[in-house]
């Protein structure tokens, strides 16, 4: 198995695409997979040079960027040569490809633990994670290897083996997907539920001033809403696409694995925006740039106030005060 732009190319191959149209998919392909890259290389960059960052909570998002970061480079290289590097490389994507979105059911379910269910052990729980995450990674990929014959098709290694192939594609990777989508709206829509009554109450119980102070914070809540989008919005087309063809898989749409190969490549980069960038991050660099273009001499003079701001602003996980105990 590999990713869904990978999927869609290589079974454009196989179609009624041209050449033309198998080389633009191509082409879109490493384009949207290397945005991905930096995206996500750039949230690792981040979590390496930061100290403030490595938190209990942005080591998950460390962890998800580093997955992102990983199916991303893959997915760029193509296919070596036949052989063992075929199967390396159709085996390492669909490693990645999956431990990214299930690192995203992670964080959610973190968030609800935190949250909803008002537990604090959830960094007693990184191991579980780790065995949760890496361990299905590894069976789904074992599962989809079976009976497989990997090939050189065009520019990546890919397999076909048939509707039973497709079936067991499937299996392996769209069930556990939107099985994780589900989850996260479910997860994400109690989190927001709850915290938004709270913050209702606490309103209705304090002056306007308090009322104007929790705006930013009720932005940040339903930034939350959104992260399960990002799945839905990176792995629908290529769904559609992959029903379609196998209800007709000789007839192949260019538009459909168009937009297949484009959004499944971009979700590092939806990720990295996302969970990644939030204000925690944007602090640390924004700290760092002031040492180095604002002289010492002058540091003392400048308004702070934009920065005393920023600082009350907690990024969106780490505001759940989940943090080392160290």
Not at 23 to 32: G, W
Not at 100 to 109: G, K
Not at 150 to 176: D, E, M
Not at 294 to 315: A, D, G, K, V
């Amino acid at each position: 198995m590999v990713s869904a732009g990978q999927a869609a190319a290589a079974a454009a191959a196989g179609g009624n695409l041209s050449l033309h149209d198998r080389e633009i998919l191509t082409s879109v392909n490493a384009v949207a997979s290397s945005f991905s890259l930096l995206g996500s290389g750039f949230i690792v960059l981040c979590y390496v040079l930061f100290k403030e960052l490595r938190k209990f909570s942005f080591k998950l998002v460390f962890y998800l960027a580093l997955s992102d970061m990983l199916c991303s480079f893959f997915n760029i290289i193509g296919d070596p040569s036949k052989g063992f590097f075929c199967y390396a490389q159709g085996y390492t994507t669909h490693f990645f490809c999956v431990a990214s979105f299930l690192w995203t059911t992670v964080i959610a379910f973190t968030l609800h633990r935190t949250v909803v269910r008002h537990k604090t052990d959830v960094e007693d729980l990184e191991a579980m994670f780790h065995l949760y995450v890496w361990g299905t990674s590894l069976v789904m990929t074992v599962i989809r290897s079976i009976g497989n014959d990997h090939r050189n098709l065009g520019a990546w290694c890919w397999s076909q083996t048939g509707r039973t192939g497709k079936a067991v594609h499937f299996i392996t990777f769209y069930a556990p997907l939107w099985g994780a989508i589900l989850y996260n709206g479910f997860s994400y829509f109690q989190v927001i539920r709850m915290l938004n009554n709270a913050t209702r109450m606490a309103v209705g119980m304090s002056d306007r001033a308090y009322h104007s102070d929790a705006r930013p914070d009720m932005k940040a809540l339903n930034r939350w809403g959104y992260y399960p989008l990002i799945l839905i919005g990176s792995w629908t087309f290529g769904t559609i696409n992959r029903i379609h063809d196998f209800i007709e898989p000789g007839h192949k749409i260019f538009w459909l694995s168009l937009l297949d190969v484009g959004t499944a490549a971009l979700m590092g980069l939806f990720n990295s925006i996302a969970y990644g960038l939030n204000s925690s991050v944007r602090r640390a660099i924004r700290e760092r740039l002031d040492l180095v273009i604002w002289p010492e001499t002058i540091r003392p003079w400048l308004p702070n106030s934009s920065r005393i701001r920023n600082q009350q602003q907690e990024s969106e996980l780490v505001s759940l005060k989940i943090q080392d105990p160290h």
